[in-house]
């Protein structure tokens, strides 16, 4: 699995954006995004139980990873057209405000090192990659454990903040000075 310090690889993927099925596609690769931080989470299935609670609660927090200058791709081993057949279907997906990725053919799971052996999907992998597309921050979960997106939030601001965090630093908390 790729980890902190790594190069994020080169990926090229058709993402679902919306549930109108004109505007519906678009495709998304690492040049997409010029300058900005990148949230990329990976969960295993669509039409499955706890990845909705996890993309609908990135989804509420999407204007402060906005203020942080961070765009946030979800992606999985779906198509883009049951992508987008589970966000017209689930209440909670419906108006998902960041695209989800269309990894159909393995790649970029296979690339980062989180498809799973036994089950062919992508592991609940989270990866924030700083504007020049090295992997800053990596989690992994059990297959059945969702993830803090708060969490994710408050590890962002950490590194943005390019000081010393002690254990549970905040945004706007002191950080600590070498003496």
Not at 39 to 51: I, S
Not at 70 to 84: M, P, T, Y
Not at 107 to 132: Q, Y
Not at 142 to 169: F, H, Y
């Amino acid at each position: 699995m790729l980890t902190i310090g790594d190069k994020f690889p080169q990926f090229n993927l058709t993402a679902t954006v919306s549930t109108d099925l004109q505007t519906a596609f678009t495709d998304i690769n690492n040049d997409s995004y010029p300058g900005k931080w990148l949230l990329v989470f990976f969960y295993p299935k669509d039409f499955t139980f706890v990845c909705p609670t996890e993309i609908k609660a990135f989804g509420d927090l999407k204007s402060e990873f906005d203020d942080r200058d961070c765009q946030i791709l979800s992606g999985s081993v779906d198509s883009e057209f049951v992508h987008l057949a589970w966000r017209r279907d689930h209440d909670d997906l419906r108006d998902l405000p960041f695209p989800m990725l269309a990894d159909i053919k393995r790649e970029l799971s296979s690339a980062l090192g989180i498809l799973h052996p036994e089950a062919g999907v992508s592991m609940r992998a989270t990866f924030l990659v700083d504007p020049e597309g090295v992997i800053r921050h990596v989690s992994v979960t059990d297959m059945n454990v969702g993830r803090n997106p708060k969490e994710t939030l408050r590890i962002l601001d950490a590194l943005q903040s390019d000081e010393l965090c002690p254990c549970n630093w905040n945004k706007g908390e002191e950080t600590l000075k070498v003496a």
